[in-house]
DNA sequence: TTATTTTGTTAGGTTAATCTAACTTTTTAT
DNA sequence: ATAAAAAGTTAGATTAACCTAACAAAATAA
């Protein structure tokens, strides 16, 4: 059985080695970085990992997980997912709430009470941020959605998701009337720094930047 | 904020010194048992908790909890029964599971999370096992009910509660088909050890033994 | 190709929470 | 009133997870 860090630990090893299309390999500083910590200390459990045969790490080399190391790190973010849907879907919190008290509900220790929380929840697909929710068996969805900044002029869709879950990122959302669902038509497009004027629902138009742009997923 | 374990044994303070009707006072060999730890360690946390004014202790003398303390106690024992419930009502868990998972999520820090949990489960007062669940103000509901060994022969009544949650005593409750809400009379009573015979539903009797039957509680 | 920057490792410490073994104080029984 | 038993304490170790500071290797730039 893993401890509540190691399974942080693996977590963040999946996040950064999947994060964007293609498969990373990730290093010790990156890695304290994603988790608050010092290269020291990451570089201390990474020796713990590697013995219990969950991550591939030669010395000075690169992070990758073992089979085994991913099938844990999966489960730890089916548990979040779920648990985060549960908040928002059965227990009412904002969009920008879920993610905290979900960093906790992702430790608890029982198979049943997850595939009983799947059940309860109708088995759903992806979490309130658009993510998909692996299934059991450790495979993982395929969500089709593309960022709203590749969207063409013109062009308009639906909100699925997001990339960005920090409170910041999602209180704007929330500022902007942006939640799942909501239409999005990309009116304009400044050329000079890739800012995209929006239509949002039937609302007046706004201006957003680009690296906002990108973090908004329309499908 | 107090940690995984410090919560633990502020819990168990409360059950051993809030067991049964008086306040008893608590001493270490007792808290070692039953938190399942040696002496020694528990000597050593209950200096913190009394740095952290949480306990009343002097050298060689008996545990008791402050004010602080004993909120901090009862809030816990109120997540612990708000998430029984949950698991019991929404989840459809069985009456001897809810309470191992529930020991695990009722470190869960959220205010809101507990709030919400209680609105959605209908401010329920009484947990899984017929055990009184906190209030927000930390009031604990006075559940009226007596140990089916005290109940005379020939009266009837119906289960409210346990006072034992093993899971080899819920376990034979359920071979038994008592539940919360099954009746029960007193058929008849033996003199010598105190057992009981027993009619369950409307089935035929069954003789229990008097420790059985001082851990049934009748409403 | 050498110097600089970035990345990763090692050594040595700290804190929380546990343990065993030895000791002291208090309580209970004779 | 003493001896034995029970209850509680202390000292010293261990383990997981973190830290800082110093160092070594690898990658990058001049
Ligand atoms: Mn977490
Ligand atoms: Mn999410
Ligand atoms: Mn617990
Ligand atoms: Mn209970």
Known sequence: MLSYTEENYLKAILHQSESGEAVREVGTNELALSLQLK???????????????????????????????RIQAVGVVRKHRLWETF??????????????????????????????????????RVDPHGDPIPRPDGKIPKVSARHLSLIETGQSGIVVGVRDTSSTFLQYLENLSIRMGTRIKVLNR????????????????VVVSEKFASNVLIG
């Not at 570089?43 to 690169?62: A, D, F, P, T, V």
């Not at 509900?105 to 929840?121: G, N, T």
């Not at 400044?190 to 138009?205: A, F, K, M, Q, W």
């Open 39 to 69: 290269p020291a200390s990451v570089n201390h459990m990474l020796k713990r990992l590697k013995e219990k045969k969950l991550i591939l790490n030669e010395k000075y080399g690169k992070i990758r997980l073992t089979k085994r190391g």
């Open 87 to 124: 908040l928002f879907e059965t227990l009412r919190f904002s969009w920008d709430e879920v993610h905290e008290v979900a960093e906790q509900l992702e430790h608890i220790q029982s198979e049943k009470l997850i595939s009983r929380l799947d059940e309860f929840l109708n088995y759903p």
């Open 190 to 205: 400044v050329d000079y720094d890739g800012s995209v004027e929006l239509r949002i629902g039937r609302r007046t138009s």
